[in-house]
């Protein structure tokens, strides 16, 4: 029989009911707002990392290397006297903008060997030099002493996390429509022609290398916002915002929700930090042994993340 897809007017319903569900965890977890925040913010930080991964097929493990300045950015401006939210935001996409743009002409031209070793060698670099000018990044002790204006003039970050999560909340599902947008757009399917076969792209003319560059530049943007969010909220910028492991950490993320999937990186951001979050609450001093076993046995299981298996589920009962 044929399987069962979901019809395509059914979908705006489908993702309407999706972040529906995301703004009623404020009342469903009122103790958990600044994880529910953090999803948010990594959800957006893994949707990202998918652009340039997942659809535009640049292999890149130092995307937090964008993170990393869009919350210095955001964080610098706060301490130095101006702590609007929103011009933190858009300092933040500006400046990553720029750096991804730039180094996308290292990145585009080079194998996926060479990328690899670029991403990781910037986001190294980047660490040590947030690490050297101690002075004004704080070093390894973290940029401290940011102090946001409230939201609008009128809501005030609050130590119970609900300004927090709700400007999290807007912010994201903006940023992720605009990437919605992107992706379904023209520019969009080229991406994912370039990503299934470059040179067949190259033959019928399409301008691959500007693309892929475009694309790398409005990934590192989305990047840097995510990152900016994350110090507005928690009103602190560690050294690990900008390093390898933060990157590690992302893709993991990114692989868990699945890869060239609009919704991955917010399926996998929820998976990981709620399972996360449970395993370190069960077993405090073993939390990331059990978080292995789980990372092995959701590979294992499931081909294509989260939405491959939803998917593989809907095409099984549709063949019943």
Same mark, same amino acid.
């Given at each position: 029989m044929k399987a069962l897809t979901i019809p395509r007017d059914w979908l705006p319903w489908v993702e309407a009911l999706f972040w529906l569900a995301l703004a009623c965890s404020f009342f469903l977890m009122p103790d958990k707002l600044t994880l529910l925040s953090q999803i948010l913010i990594f959800g957006l930080f893994a949707v990202s990392l998918d652009m340039a991964l997942g659809y535009a097929g640049i292999l890149t493990v130092g995307h937090a290397a964008f993170f990393g300045m869009g919350a210095y950015a955001a964080g610098l401006l706060a301490r130095h006297g101006w702590a609007e939210p929103f011009s933190g935001l858009l300092l933040a996409l500006i400046v990553c903008a720029l750096l991804g743009y730039l180094l996308s002409y290292?990145?585009?031209?080079?194998?996926?060997?060479?990328?690899? &070793?670029?991403?990781?060698?910037?986001?190294?670099?980047?660490?040590?030099?947030?690490?050297?000018?101690?002075?004004?990044?704080?070093?390894?002790?973290?940029?401290?002493?940011?102090? &946001?204006?409230?939201?609008?003039?009128?809501?005030?970050?609050?130590?119970?996390?609900?300004?927090?999560?709700?400007?999290?909340?807007?912010?994201?599902?903006?940023?992720?429509?605009?990437?919605r947008r992107v992706l379904h757009s023209p520019f969009g399917l080229a991406l994912r022609g370039i990503h299934d076969s470059r040179k067949r792209m190259l033959a019928i003319g399409s301008p691959v290398e500007a693309r892929l560059r475009l694309a790398y530049c409005f990934s590192a943007a989305v990047a840097g916002v995510a990152g900016a969010l994350l110090a507005q909220t928690t009103q602190f910028v560690g050294i690990e915002s900008i390093g390898f492991n933060r990157s590690a950490e992302i893709l993991i993320i990114l692989v868990l929700g699945g890869t060239g999937r609009l919704y991955g990186g917010m399926a996998g951001a929820i998976v990981? &930090?709620?399972?996360?979050?449970?395993?370190?609450?069960?077993?405090?001093?073993?939390?990331?042994?059990?978080?292995?076993?789980?990372?092995?046995?959701?590979?294992?299981?499931?081909?294509?993340?989260? &939405?491959?298996?939803?998917?593989?589920?809907?095409?099984?009962?549709?063949?019943?």
């Open positions: 290292l990145v585009v031209r080079g194998a996926d060997l060479t990328r690899l &070793m670029i991403t990781i060698g910037v986001c190294v670099l980047l660490a040590e030099l947030a690490n050297r000018l101690g002075g004004i990044t704080g070093g390894t002790d973290g940029l401290q002493g940011i102090e &946001m204006r409230p939201v609008f003039g009128r809501f005030a970050f609050d130590l119970w996390g609900r300004t927090a999560f709700f400007y999290s909340f807007g912010v994201v599902l903006a940023m992720f429509l605009v990437v990981y &930090m709620l399972v996360h979050d449970v395993f370190a609450d069960i077993d405090p001093q073993f939390w990331m042994f059990w978080l292995g076993i789980f990372l092995i046995a959701a590979v294992m299981l499931g081909r294509g993340g989260i &939405m491959g298996m939803l998917s593989r589920l809907v095409a099984t009962r549709g063949a019943k």
